[in-house]
């Protein structure tokens, strides 16, 4: 028998698969649906253990990585919302001057926001050159804190596998979104990140980390070997 498994809503009759794996925010219920808090990814302790990290020559102490993300059509991200971003950023580094700050980009961000971001944090920051390796999944290893655009799901959930300090910065709505909401209202909740705008002088707090491929990964196989064996 061929069991079928679809990864987030599909948009169609949910009869038409054994599974739905979807994430709690999309707010869809049924009997053959699994949610997971966030979204999926790939990351897991193997993964941080063979990354490659000879061409990155970023310090690994005292890290503190922002994640920019892109325009999409719940949150607007104009020259405006980056420039309240960049002057958080300096802020955040003259109270903490200790912290090195590497500055990663997603691939939506436009090129006209990160030729900003070099020119007017070349002094406080570290910022990625995407001509060079792409130092994401060393800044989830190494990275004592991070800042994230609030704009993607995905790169919040993978950042929650840390364990680390999450804060969000938050972007204004095109429209608002529930979906959206219901994501950062959990995670407020779970106390797995905290708003940019509520700090000034970086301090650390922990959470269960989320390891929802595995998690559900379980749930999946006993439920199979239940329902099909």
């Not at 009997?31 to 990155?56: C, P, R, W």
């Not at 920019?68 to 919302?81: D, I, P, R, T």
């Amino acid at each position: 028998k061929t069991i079928t498994i679809h990864i987030q809503d599909p948009k169609v009759n949910f009869k038409k698969f054994n599974y739905i794996v979807a994430p709690e925010h999309d707010d869809i219920n049924g009997n053959n649906i699994v949610t997971s808090t966030g979204a999926l990814h790939q990351f897991n302790d193997d993964i941080f253990s063979n990354i490659s990290e000879k061409n990155i020559d970023i310090p690994r102490k005292n890290l503190l990585s922002v994640i920019v993300g892109g325009g999409n059509n719940h949150y607007n991200f104009s020259l405006k919302e980056i420039d309240n971003l960049i002057i958080k950023i300096k802020n955040i580094k003259k109270i903490n001057k200790k912290y090195n700050i590497l500055i990663i980009f997603s691939r939506r961000t436009t090129s006209e926001i990160k030729v900003l971001i070099k020119q007017k944090l070349n002094k406080e920051a570290i910022v990625w050159d995407t001509n060079q390796e792409n130092p994401y999944t060393f800044s989830l290893k190494y990275s004592d804190y991070f800042i994230v655009t609030s704009d993607s799901t995905s790169m919040i959930s993978e950042c929650s596998f840390t364990g680390k300090p999450i804060y969000i910065f938050h972007l204004p709505f095109k429209r608002k979104s529930k979906r959206m909401e219901r994501f950062h209202q959990r995670f407020l909740r779970l106390n797995i990140t905290k708003d940019l705008n509520s700090i000034s002088k970086l301090s650390p707090w922990t959470y269960e980390h989320l390891n929802e491929s595995e998690r559900i990964s379980g749930i999946i196989k006993e439920r199979i070997i239940k329902e099909y064996s």
